[in-house]
Nanobody
Framework: QVQLVESGGGLVEAGGSLRLSCAAS????????MGWYRQAPGKQRELVAH???????NYSDSVKGRFTISRDSAENTVYLQMNSLKAEDTAVYYC???????????????WGQGTQVTVSS
């Protein structure tokens, strides 16, 4: 059974930082790419970053230079370090198990429960 458990969201002032965590079952984590998505009210869910099982990363233009995705194989956890946060980063953030091919991430139906990030301006 695939389990993804997210944590680390909260309320932060603009310019601040947060780190999100997503703990996954070992089998899933070691053989798949992982992605972080976000969904703001009234908007579609969007991919913000993904990381392959070999550690190659990719970011959306909206977060490039501010967010960093990483993975810890010993902890079966993927992280999203978010710096220089802006009000427009406010959203529910979800992690996902997927496949990455030639720089493109393909999501699956396995999602975490989501964690709220609110950035006050």
């Amino acid at each position: 059974q695939v389990q993804l458990v997210e944590s680390g969201g909260g309320l932060v002032e603009a310019g601040g930082s947060l780190r999100l965590s997503c703990a996954a079952s070992k089998t899933i984590f070691s053989t798949n790419a992982m992605g972080w998505y976000r969904q703001a009210p009234g908007k579609q869910r969007e991919l913000v970053a993904h990381i392959t099982n070999s550690g190659v990363t990719n970011y959306s233009d909206s977060v490039k230079g501010r967010f960093t995705i990483s993975r810890d194989s010993a902890e079966n956890t993927v992280y999203l370090q978010m710096n220089s946060l802006k009000a427009e980063d406010t959203a529910v953030y979800y992690c996902n198990v997927g496949v990455a091919y030639s720089g493109t991430y393909y999501s699956t139906d396995y999602w975490g429960q989501g964690t709220q990030v609110t950035v006050s301006s």
